[in-house]
């Protein structure tokens, strides 16, 4: 059962702009906070951003701060991240996920997309 589905990824040029969604179900989307990972080939999964379901107060990666936005959409059951000034190391797998906790720790998140590629080239 696919409770979370990120769209949005591709190829773009340093500078550019492209814009992440996640489709949550129901259920998922009821959790406290919504987040934002990336995981680069030989790198750990890290946060880049985050938001309360409620009140949507939102927080940044410092490497991202200034150049992404986090956004969400409660009447789709939808988040997104919309990415500017986009950098070559900004390369990733991005994940979304949803959880109970707000933080930038991976282990407060208990679902999570599949994933899309972001590729930025110099």
């Known amino acids: 059962q696919v409770q979370l589905a990120e769209s949005g990824g591709g190829s773009v040029q340093a500078g550019g702009s492209l814009r992440l969604s996640c489709a949550a179900s129901r259920y998922a989307y009821s959790s406290n906070c919504m987040g934002w990972f990336r995981q680069a080939p030989g790198k750990e999964r890290e946060g880049v951003a985050r938001?309360?379901?409620?009140?949507?107060?939102?927080y940044y990666a410092d490497s991202v701060k200034g150049r992404f936005t986090v956004s969400r959409d409660n009447a789709k059951n939808t988040w997104h991240l919309q990415m500017s000034s986009l950098k070559p190391e900004d390369t990733a797998m991005y994940y979304c996920?949803?959880?109970?906790?707000?933080?930038?720790?991976?282990?407060?998140?208990?679902?999570w997309g599949q994933g899309t590629q972001v590729t930025v080239s110099s």
């Open positions: 938001i309360y379901l409620y009140g949507g107060t939102s």
């Open positions: 996920a949803a959880g109970p906790r707000c933080t930038f720790n991976p282990s407060s998140y208990n679902y």
